[in-house]
């Protein structure tokens, strides 16, 4: 067994892998003062996973305490942490520094050349949008990245005087009042990034989408998406098989 950890920009996700079956546990904010605490009551109901591995984006001080914690509960476990690189598991990495590219896109790109293989484009939906394609030899073509839609709400919110951070819920069309504007404008925003650089890039394969806005910014789509809301822990399950990191 495996045990599978994701640590964003603000949540941390964990999974479990059995013979290639990725599943998905659970999620929390790890920016809380008790988060080692919660997921220290989390794991002690787990069986021994023989390996975690780990990809972080979030910095180093969290990952170091979940690392502690992982080896005092299990002191025989074997740790990956995931790195990018300039080729693995059948993908070639398209920047010039390999290793600048961030973990979370590797992996999200590994996961889709394994889970869907052939000419294809993952789209990130977090606390930023990344977008990144794949052609069908496995040669990542490169890709972007933009705010998220949390992440345009708070610039819309410190840039002026007297907007205000958007909670507002889903709005159809115009909007009549201010809250419901932002949430419309960057919303239309994302969805309009994401069918632009797609037109522009004229994708015949899938297009996948993963992340916490990813439904809703699939709903503002024109294209055939497919929702895959645990990439980055599919490219973790990936990443670690025998001889992939070569």
Not at 94 to 114: F, I, P, T
Not at 131 to 153: A, E, T, W, Y
Request: aromatic letters at 6%; charged letters at 20%; glycine letters at 10%.
């Amino acid at each position: 067994m495996k045990l599978l950890l994701d640590l964003g920009n603000s949540r941390l996700k964990w999974g479990i892998e059995r013979d290639d079956d990725v599943r998905f546990q659970g999620s929390l904010d790890y920016r809380s003062e008790d988060f080692v605490e919660q997921i220290r009551q989390t794991w002690q109901r787990f069986d021994q996973p023989g390996t975690l591995a780990v990809s972080s984006v979030g910095g180093h001080q969290p990952v170091e305490k979940l690392l502690r914690l992982a080896q005092q509960l299990w002191p025989d476990i074997v740790i990956i942490r995931a790195s990018s690189s300039r080729h693995a598991c059948g993908v070639t990495n398209a920047y010039r520094q390999a290793e600048k590219l961030g973990v979370d896109r590797w992996l999200n790109l590994l996961a889709m050349h394994h889970y869907y293989p052939g000419a294809a484009c993952v789209i990130d939906c977090g606390t930023a949008i990344t977008v990144d394609f794949l052609n069908r030899q496995g040669q990542h073509l490169g890709g972007l990245i933009s705010p998220g839609l949390r992440l345009m709400k708070r610039s819309l919110q410190r840039g002026t005087a007297q907007l205000p951070f958007s909670e507002q819920d889903k709005v159809a069309g115009l909007a009549a009042d201010t809250e419901a504007a932002i949430y419309n404008g960057t919303l239309y925003a994302a969805a309009g990034l994401v069918e632009h650089v797609l037109s522009r890039q004229q994708l015949s394969g899938d297009v996948i989408m993963t992340g916490g806005d990813a439904s809703l910014i699939a709903e503002n789509l024109s294209i055939k998406t497919i929702i895959e809301p645990d990439m980055v822990l599919k490219g973790l399950s990936v990443y670690c098989k025998k001889g992939c990191r070569l």
